[in-house]
């Protein structure tokens, strides 16, 4: 393929895209990016730049705007789910298959469609622990302008990848991949947020015993300093001044791994806690509650 040729295919790309790809006016400032997400109406776009719950409008790429309303929200994925009634939409084509060194497209449409060239640099996760969860990530090279968070990632011939974000990493640019953004998606569907692990406790970071630490494999776990009454780990016995170092299987040794052993499958399940107490190993059963 000569250069012509490659420059033809890419402008063909954004055009595909492009259709199912609209303006979202959620906040004060420069309008953010949307993807048609189903037939329905849904549309999904970055939590970040939805700053109001009411007033939503989307353009779409006809330049029809339309009311819309906020179906829910994740600020953990950063990930925000609208819907609009009564529209004529064309839903994005998606695909699950990219690799590292790919040609990549961002798409933004803050106002007229806008798009800018990468390659994916690589693909990765989860990320779990600092305000953010992610099953998945995609890292582009890609140059985020003003406005294109929430907006496609699509392959090199026109099928979303991924939803862009220019606030999921500081000076990188990441992509939340379609299916990782569909069950997020599910969730807002039914309960307008993702459910996630809660246990109703309070923790620290210590150090474990030289003999303890052989025994569990790490050398770190978390003591419990307060037990919330009521809750889960009340409920299941865990008492205040035991040492958590397991969670479903997963070892907790800081409250970052905590968090990721509380992910939403865990939510109304029984798991294993795995404590150290009175410098003993033991396994007791706990139900995670949803997070309030």
């Excluded at 549309?43 to 009411?54: S, Y």
């Excluded at 699509?154 to 992509?175: H, P, Q, W």
């Excluded at 303890?212 to 409920?235: C, F, N, R, W, Y």
């Excluded at 001044?241 to 479903?248: C, E, T």
């Amino acid at each position: 393929m000569n250069l012509v040729e490659y420059s033809e295919a890419l402008a063909a790309a954004v055009e595909r895209a492009g259709k199912s790809t609209v303006s979202v006016d959620a906040r004060g400032r420069v309008p953010a990016t949307g993807v048609v997400w189903s037939a329905a109406g849904e549309i999904l776009t970055a939590d970040h730049v939805v700053q109001r719950d009411d007033d939503l409008g989307v353009v779409l790429p006809d330049g029809q705007r339309m009311m819309a309303k906020l179906v829910g929200r994740d600020p953990h994925s950063d990930l925000a789910l609208l819907k609009v009634d009564g529209a004529a939409l064309t839903t994005a084509e998606f695909s699950g298959e990219y690799k590292v060194g790919h040609v990549a497209l961002a798409l933004g449409r803050p106002d007229d469609l806008q798009a800018s060239v990468s390659h994916i640099v690589s693909i990765g996760g989860p990320v779990r622990g600092g305000h953010r969860y992610l099953e998945a990530y995609i890292q582009t090279d890609v140059t985020m302008f003003p406005g294109f968070s929430g907006g496609p990632l699509v392959d090199a011939s026109g099928r979303v990848i991924g939803v862009n974000s220019s606030a999921l990493a500081r000076g990188a640019s990441l992509a939340v991949p379609v299916a990782a953004a569909d069950k997020v998606v599910a969730a807002l569907r039914q309960y307008g947020r993702v459910q996630r692990g809660y246990l109703g406790i309070s923790t620290q970071p210590v150090a474990l015993a030289e003999a303890v630490a052989g025994q569990v494999g790490q050398t770190s776990g978390l003591m419990i300093i307060t037990v919330e009454a009521d809750g889960p780990a009340a409920k299941a016995g865990i008492l205040q001044g035991d040492v958590l170092v397991g969670l479903g299987g997963q070892p907790v040794t800081d409250i970052d791994s905590l968090q990721g052993a509380l992910g939403p499958d865990t939510v109304g399940k029984n798991v294993s806690a795995r404590l150290v107490r009175g410098g003993q190993v033991q396994e007791i059963s706990v139900t995670v509650a949803p997070r309030p």
